[in-house]
């Protein structure tokens, strides 16, 4: 009782201003905590040096904590106690204004725009699962969004091959035949290909394309052969460009598909199809029925470019209103301030159901709200003097919505220097999309066109990076990246810090100049070893940023009495004296108070006080407030 008296003694005399309602951090400390490992299959357990529980904290305070090694789960701080876990989890960032896209980043921003423009060949799936407990072998497999097959269609498809492979050999004769009529029989040219022609294709040509079926390029794949051989031979070398001379001798990709649809027409081997030669295309027609009111068809391959509208005779495109109206795609990016959601908790709650296999009770909107709505960090409004950019800095949820329908859902911190990304979670429909992938795309270009704005801000964090975890190795593809040092908390680059993973699982990656002393020239990887990294992710990976790491378990509260075993060099005051408390309303220096505790209870608090300095850094430990309420 004494001690108390003593203590509420203290709290008056040393009552300060702060009870203005300042911005400022408030944190309450959970001690060291386990949780069951989610990134390896064992039955290990993964430590957490420290937890916290964060009433309140800014911005600032948040930036200092991620590049000390802190994430956050809603309010719930946790940094990974590297050298017990057994999977060590390194912070990741990269400085958005040096990123280098890799080819497979390349692919999914061209695939995204050709599935906006209508260009893009892709199958919706005809069912999706609405029963969680759906078996994962009913047929179809339509619980991981992929369209249910009638139990012909194996052997529909094995007769579509063979009549592919029997008119690509039938092609392949009447080119053989044509070519000693063209004075060319010492030429290898290519192997005829005939492909089948899709129904989304049919659907952009002229009425009565419905009937065509098969078509082959082949022409085209001809001239071009040709004309690599032309320059070799006397004619070409007298000013006449070998375009010129092919055309010249009737060996244009029109000309030459119309002599090879009258070869096909001699060897008469198309039984049940038509064919018809339009503008270098061979099109095979159902025998069925006419193949257009014209005579004549083309297979056109939409693109971007003009040349997918291009008027021939006989052939043609709806027309461009129609086309817009039918195919073209509308993507809005909206970016808000965290909060509830009733559409996006639909969208996780069957994301985390078809994706991750969760079962109903456990994707609750409760757990959603503590996992991805609840926030700690101190909105900060935007500013006209190029500190802040025009969003604020704060918690935010960036929605992707195509045509109205909200498809992914990007949950984000945005912090002076940085945008940490925490989530996403998006609709499995899509998943051909890549919206992972995608979105990590736009949030760092985000960045990059926000430094106009706020020029502090330039880093673009990937949350964890996990060496030992092939699931989590795809976020190295995003360079160049850097890794933090878990011991003296320096940034180094990923491709130092690689080879000293490759060794330990645990290592201080500041230790690498010992490293390049011993090989001065540093591991570049090349980028087809990265996007190798980045597809040995599972079934997943192709289709998602997943923050794994933001999936813990509520945390067990430990027992201090075991120290942590890490040796942090920056904390120079290691009793916890100039900590900021919190009593109430009051802000004071355990220093300052400590008298009014008991022997035993000021030993206690001081062993407590010394580890969360140890664990937040000197600096912050004085900055942030320390409730022990």
């Known amino acids: 009782m004494a001690g108390k008296t003593k203590r509420s003694e203290a709290s008056s005399s040393s009552r300060n201003s702060n009870s203005n309602h300042r911005a400022e951090s408030v944190v309450v400390d959970y001690g060291k905590n386990r949780s069951t ?16 529980w964060a009433h309140s904290i800014t911005i600032n305070d948040y930036q200092d904590l991620l590049d000390r090694g802190w994430r956050r789960s809603g309010c719930f701080l946790y940094k990974p106690e590297m050298e017990r876990t057994c999977c060590p989890a390194y912070t990741i960032r990269l400085k958005a204004g040096d990123f280098v896209h890799s080819k497979e980043q390349l692919r999914v921003s061209r695939r995204m725009q050709r ?11 005809m069912e999706s699962i609405q029963d969680p407990n759906a078996s994962k072998d009913r047929r179809g497999r339509t619980n991981l969004g992929v369209s249910s097959s009638a139990p012909n269609n194996s052997e529909e498809k094995d007769g579509e091959e063979k009549t592919m492979c029997y008119l690509s050999d039938q092609v392949g004769k009447a080119i053989h035949s044509c070519s000693i009529v063209w004075e060319f029989p010492d030429i290898q040219f290519p192997k005829a290909s005939v492909k089948k022609v899709l129904q989304a294709k049919r659907k952009l040509l002229a009425e009565g394309s419905e009937d065509l079926l098969y078509s082959s390029n082949v022409a085209f794949q001809i001239v071009a052969t040709i004309r690599r051989y032309l320059p070799d031979k006397k004619e070409a070398h007298q000013g006449r460009q070998s375009g010129h001379i092919a055309e010249e001798n009737g060996l244009s990709p029109k000309l030459i598909a119309e002599k090879l649809e009258s070869s096909l027409h001699q060897l008469g081997n198309t039984p049940g199809l038509s064919v018809r030669a339009c503008n270098g295309h061979l099109n095979f027609y159902s025998a069925m029925k006419p193949a257009s009111s014209h005579g004549s068809a083309q297979v056109v391959n939409v693109s971007k470019g003009s040349a997918a509208r291009s008027e021939s005779k006989g052939c ?13 795609q509308r993507l809005e990016i909206h970016l808000k301030r965290s909060s509830f959601d009733s559409e996006e908790f639909a969208l996780y709650r069957r994301y985390q159901m078809m994706v991750h296999n969760d079962t109903p009770d456990h994707v ?3 757990s959603y709200r503590r996992f991805l709505v609840d926030t700690p960090l101190i909105f900060v409004p935007p500013t006209n003097d190029g500190t802040v950019p025009p969003c604020g800095f704060g918690s935010f949820h960036q929605q992707y919505v195509i045509d109205g329908k909200l498809v992914a859902v990007g949950v984000i911190d945005i912090l002076p220097k940085c945008l940490s990304s925490k989530y996403l979670f998006w609709d499995p429909d899509f998943a051909f999309l890549s919206l992972g992938k995608y979105s990590a795309l736009q949030e ?8 106009v704005h706020c020029p502090t801000l330039q880093y673009y964090y990937l949350g964890y990076y996990i060496h030992s975890c092939s699931k989590m190795r795809y976020k190295a593809a995003y360079c160049p990246s850097e890794l933090l040092c878990p011991l003296r908390y320096q940034w180094v680059p990923f491709d130092i810090s690689k080879p000293l993973l490759d060794r330990n699982k645990y290592a201080v990656l500041s230790d690498s100049a010992v490293f390049q002393d011993r090989d001065s020239s540093p591991l570049h990887l090349s980028e087809d070893a990265m996007e190798m990294q980045h597809d040995n992710i599972g079934q997943e990976e192709s289709n998602e940023f997943l923050m794994y790491d933001e999936g813990m378990i509520e945390p067990e509260y430990e027992s201090s009495d075991n120290e942590s075993r890490l040796a942090y060099v920056d904390v120079e005051n290691g009793d916890g004296g100039n900590v900021l408390i919190g009593l109430q309303e009051n802000r004071v220096r355990f220093k300052d108070i400590k008298h009014a505790f008991g022997p035993a209870e000021r030993s206690y608090l001081e062993s407590q006080l010394s580890r969360y300095m140890k664990v937040v850094g000197e600096e912050l430990a004085e900055r942030m407030v320390y409730s022990i309420e």
């Open 37 to 52: 490992c989610g990134y390896c299959k064992s039955k290990a357990r993964t430590s957490i040096s420290h937890g916290l």
């Open 115 to 125: 599935f906006l423009d209508g260009t893009l060949e892709f199958k919706r799936p």
């Open 316 to 328: 043609s495109l709806k027309n461009d209103h129609e086309y817009t109206q039918v195919k073209r």
């Open 364 to 366: 609750t909107e409760s």
């Open 444 to 451: 760092i270009n985000w960045v990059k066109e926000n430094q």
